[in-house]
């Protein structure tokens, strides 16, 4: 099975979607997708922020994300997940410094991993850093 | 059952209004309860959408049949072969 791996590091509402599309739609392709989510892109995945879908936009296409979109990124990995291969992990480094676990968050990652472990995953394939 | 052109389609999926990849995702749901032989329509009034669908169903390997534009839409069509 072909492999593509995603750091997620920024929290701006457009990368946190672009990747979440990416991801999702190649887990349904047969791809084996892994998406490690580290810096401020966690911030995004508080319930909290969902909850009031208070996300930092960067230009037009974010706005309109926010009015119109149907499937915000978090629906998008749950549903690459459900149907397919795709594995979410929350950076260990990152959770730390906020002092945060993973029952703050969005029900959407597998496990707490910290570089090593997410190398050791990807190992072998693509990976992207958004 | 529909008849279109002479080619049967057992299920319309009806994505128009869909954002991609909602369309694709759409078919995707459906497929997968369908028997092996099953000839699905996906409509999708999103252009991308129009031509990720065949690329989908060539990567997969399902059997894909033809695109249609259609007024305001498009038709893809896909045979369910394994």
């Given amino acids: 099975m072909e492999r593509i791996s995603f750091v997620l590091a920024s929290d701006t509402l457009e990368k946190l979607h672009a990747v979440a599309l990416m991801a999702s739609v190649a887990a349904v392709s047969q791809m084996e997708v892994n998406v490690f989510v580290t810096m401020n892109a966690i911030t995004a995945f508080r319930k909290s922020a969902i909850e009031k879908k208070s996300f930092r936009v960067e230009g037009e296409v974010g706005r309109h994300l926010l009015e119109k979109s149907q499937q915000m990124f978090y629906d998008l990995l749950l549903q690459g997940k459900m149907m397919g291969s795709l594995k979410v992990y929350a950076c260990g480094m990152a959770l730390d410094l906020l002092g945060e676990d993973l029952d703050q968050y969005f029900p959407v990652f597998d496990e707490v991993l910290g570089v090593a472990g997410f190398l050791g995953k990807v190992a072998g394939g693509q990976v992207l850093f958004v | ?82």
């Fill in chain 2, 1 to 82: 059952m529909v008849e279109e052109a002479g080619m049967k389609i057992d299920e319309v999926v009806d994505g128009r209004g869909l954002f991609c990849p909602g369309p694709l995702m759409e078919l995707i749901k459906t497929i997968q309860l369908k028997p092996v032989g099953t000839v699905l329509a996906v409509l999708s009034t999103d252009e991308g959408s129009a031509k990720d669908i065949p690329a989908w169903i060539q990567k997969v390997g399902q059997e894909y049949l033809k695109t249609e534009k259609k007024d305001g839409y498009w038709e893809v069509i896909v045979k369910k072969i394994k």
